[in-house]
T-cell receptor, first 113, second 114 residues
Framework: DTAVSQTPKYLVTQMGNDKSIKCEQNLGHDTMYWYKQDSKKFLKIMFSYNNKELIINETVPNRFSPKSPDKAHLNLHINSLELGDSAVYFC????????????FGSGTQLSVL | GESVGLHLPTLSVQEGDNSIINCAYSNSASDYFIWYKQESGKGPQFIIDIRSNMDKRQGQRVTVLLNKTVKHLSLQIAATQPGDSAVYFCAENRPTDSWGKFQFGAGTQVVVTP
């Protein structure tokens, strides 16, 4: 069983569209994250949620709205997609009660045309 | 071979040799460090971590060294294998950062040649 799973794997869409990426973890972790990886492989945190509450919001445009219906799920909705949003988006999780390593999903490659 | 891992350089290593990947981290207050391995089309995978109260930590075929004086972290891979080909990232976390907020280095591409 995949520990952190995200869908879809690939997402190709037109500028201006709205899209969502879903993430689920079955590790029983309390904290979940969204990281963005650009074309140069640079990884940067976007958001984190702990037990459904927003903990980190790294000055991401408000076109990006994370939603956590429960602590096992963290979805990312993106409105009015722009060319610069093209990247690989990774969901991750960690236990959350201590500073520990992150477990990453396999990524969603978003291409905005 | 050796490489500095902040601008995605490529480290070419012959199978069976030892690899050394270097990372200069940014903040002297950082107290937790992780090395991740990312294979093509996959997410980063944990390799080994070290906290600032240690200088060295060993895992299976991997060793992480931490030099706080010069803010330097290295990953040594013994007897490098074809399956070690990947991009390797160092990541740091500062005491003032929230859990899980890691600053990642730019990565080093390791290519293992037969």
């Amino acid at each position: 069983d995949t520990a952190v799973s995200q869908t879809p794997k690939y997402l190709v869409t037109q500028m201006g569209n709205d899209k969502s990426i879903k993430c689920e973890q079955n590790l029983g972790h309390d904290t979940m994250y969204w990281y963005k990886q650009d074309s140069k492989k640079f990884l940067k945190i976007m958001f984190s949620y702990n037990n459904k509450e927003l903990i980190i919001n790294e000055t991401v445009p408000n076109r990006f709205s994370p939603k956590s219906p429960d602590k096992a799920h963290l979805n990312l909705h993106i409105n009015s997609l722009e060319l610069g949003d093209s990247a690989v988006y990774f969901c991750a999780s960690s236990p959350g009660n201590i500073n520990e390593k992150l477990f990453f999903g396999s990524g969603t490659q978003l291409s905005v045309l | 071979g050796e490489s500095v891992g902040l601008h995605l350089p490529t480290l070419s290593v012959q199978e069976g040799d030892n690899s050394i990947i270097n990372c200069a981290y940014s903040n002297s207050a950082s107290d937790y460090f992780i090395w991740y391995k990312q294979e093509s089309g996959k997410g980063p995978q944990f390799i080994i971590d070290i906290r600032s109260n240690m200088d060295k930590r060993q895992g299976q075929r991997v060793t992480v060294l931490l030099n706080k004086t010069v803010k330097h972290l290295s990953l040594q891979i013994a007897a490098t294998q074809p399956g070690d080909s990947a991009v390797y990232f160092c990541a740091e976390n500062r005491p003032t950062d929230s859990w899980g907020k890691f600053q990642f280095g730019a990565g080093t591409q390791v290519v293992v040649t037969p």
